[in-house]
């Protein structure tokens, strides 16, 4: 019988870019949407929820499990998956590529963005 392997989803990784200055020497951003392949999607679980609003005041509501080699920015930036739109909280967590076993080894907290 074969093994069934565990497989992402793609979310799309919102950044900003500098697209320009206004006439008050301020920049002007646009969105870059960056696919980002093999995402594990996760809820949250109940005691990280509860150590995020204690220590951000932001209710984490799905966690993201991003693949190994990925070099993009995650932190504060905005994804869009399930037809939704969510915001990073904080930094990833990453671990070190030989000793975990499987595609990922960074993971993100997201909440819901409007």
Known sequence: MAKAKIKGITVTLITKKEVGRDPFDNPIYEDVEIPVENVLVSPT???????????????????????????????????RFFGERWRVIGMPLQGIDELIPLDWNKKVMVERYE
């Open 45 to 79: 679980s109940t005691d990280d929820v509860v150590n995020t609003m204690d220590l951000t005041g932001r209710k984490a509501v799905y966690t993201l499990a991003i693949p190994k080699g990925d070099t993009n920015i995650w932190e504060n930036q905005e994804v």
